[in-house]
């Protein structure tokens, strides 16, 4: 399910990049995808603050 969402997102991202026409347009993507990975990373350590509570 999750790897659906994933497979989603970077196909959004991938077409984006297509129709980059200035610096800013990649400033843009750039930034929201940083944002994005920060919260994959935020959800990893939740998953493992989970995985430590049930274990």
Avoid at 10 to 27: A, M, P, T
Avoid at 35 to 43: A, E, Q
Wanted: net charge negative; aromatic share 10%; with cysteine.
């Amino acid at each position: 399910m999750i790897e659906h969402y994933i497979q989603e997102l970077n196909l959004i991202f991938c077409e984006r990049l297509e129709y980059i026409e200035s610096v800013e347009d990649y400033l843009i993507l750039k930034q929201q995808l940083e944002v994005l990975n920060n919260n994959y990373k935020d959800l990893l350590l939740l998953l493992d603050k989970r995985l430590l509570e049930v274990f």
